[in-house]
């Protein structure tokens, strides 16, 4: 899996076409995945190899996507810990003690590898099913995580995270350490079980002014990026497009773009850097020639990077028609041929 076209893309080896994988491949866009899923918590799920196996298999059956992204998610190293937190179906994940005051750091104690054993049962029992496909670990990045543990849950402000981070700033890079420790050594687990691609999501990290990130998030998310060094590492966030260059500079491989840049921009402001994205999930839904125009553009766009993998902006909308993404997966397989 080494030899991958995906792993290859992601180390700057251009072949003929991009390698293709989405966000949210598996999930509540599949029928499969929510008859599985009925009557059972997400977080239960995610601590069930059984149920881990079956779901990151799901897309990859379904669709031949060259790379299978880890079924978890960026708050199961928290739960594994004891903090209370769960994720409530059409919110998101909800923290019954927000943490606010230096003495709720207590709470937030380093992850032990065995903590996630069942991640590793899952990625080992994942390695027998895959063939040659590669598996992409995950994680949450330090930004997107303490964003939850601050607010209490989703935000759309964040205000309280970042009135912290200004006002208490060694508490805030406390906790951003404590985090970036945990987001470390699920990566490292995942590796070492097997997984041969990583992807940190700082998916709200977009909130944040360029200084503000590099003052109070690049140099965390640096420590997570760093601390894996045998696979590549794929840095993504959304509406990230002012700090590109500080995320490429993490130690990241690849970077995400969300659809916001076009890819031979994105390619000017981070030289040297393989790109991912960056098809607007919203336009799933549009017709087929729009999708296919959009595909088009955005493949040809990707060429002014030294690699490009071929993805979505941010996941897929739950009300994506699975049989339009199985499209995309086939038009792209078809453009190595011609
Ligand atoms: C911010 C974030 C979370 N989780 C994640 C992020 C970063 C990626 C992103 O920005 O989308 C990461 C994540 N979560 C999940 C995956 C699975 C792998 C994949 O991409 O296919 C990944 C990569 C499963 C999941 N994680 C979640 C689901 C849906 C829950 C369900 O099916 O019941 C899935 C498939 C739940 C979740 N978990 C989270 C949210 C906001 C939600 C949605 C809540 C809702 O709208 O119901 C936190």
Redesign the pocket.
């Known amino acids: 899996m080494k030899n991958s076209l995906l792993v290859r893309t992601c180390r700057g080896i251009r072949s003929g076409r991009p390698p293709v994988w ?7 866009s599949l029928p499969e ?2 008859q599985v ?1 009925e009557g059972m ?2 977080l239960e ?2 601590q069930r190899p059984d149920m881990v196996v079956e ?2 298999m799901q ?1 990859v059956r379904r669709y031949g996507v060259d790379g299978a ?7 199961v190293p928290l739960k594994a810990i004891g903090l209370d937190i769960e ?7 909800v923290v019954a003690e927000p943490i606010r005051r230096p003495a709720d750091l207590e709470r937030l104690r380093p992850l032990e590898p065995d903590d996630v054993s069942f991640a590793t049962e899952a990625v080992r029992g994942l390695l027998g099913e895959l063939g040659e496909t590669p598996l992409i670990g ?1 994680a ?1 990045a330090p930004f ?1 995580l303490a964003s ?1 543990l601050v607010e209490g849950g ?1 935000s759309r402000h964040h205000e309280r995270t970042k009135a912290l981070m200004h006002s208490q700033p060694d508490l805030w890079h406390d906790l951003l350490a404590r985090v970036a420790q945990m987001s470390a050594t699920y990566l490292q687990v995942q590796v070492a079980a097997g997984a041969s691609v990583v ?1 940190l ?4 990290a977009g909130a944040l002014s360029r200084a503000d990130y590099e003052r109070f998030v690049l140099p965390h998310s640096t420590t997570v990026l760093q601390s894996v060094r045998d696979v590549p590492r794929i840095h ?1 966030g ?1 509406g990230t497009s002012e700090f590109l260059d500080l995320m490429a500079g993490a130690g990241a491989d690849v970077v995400g773009v969300d659809w916001r840049l076009a890819l031979d921009e994105a390619a000017r402001r981070v030289p040297g850097t393989v790109l991912q994205g960056n098809l607007d999930p919203a336009l799933l839904l549009a017709d087929w020639p729009v999708i296919e125009a959009e595909i088009e553009r955005i493949v040809t766009e990707g060429r002014a990077a030294p690699g490009h993998v071929f993805n979505l902006g ?3 909308l ?1 009300s994506t028609d699975p049989d339009v993404l199985a499209a995309v997966v086939e038009h792209i397989h078809t453009l190595s041929t011609r």
């Open positions: 989405f966000m949210r491949q598996a999930g509540r995945y929510r899923r918590s997400m799920s995610c779901i990151t897309p992204i880890f079924f978890s998610d960026i708050v994720i409530e179906p059409g919110v998101g994940p995950f949450g997107t939850y989703p992807q999501f700082d998916s709200w993504f959304v941010h996941g897929v739950p």
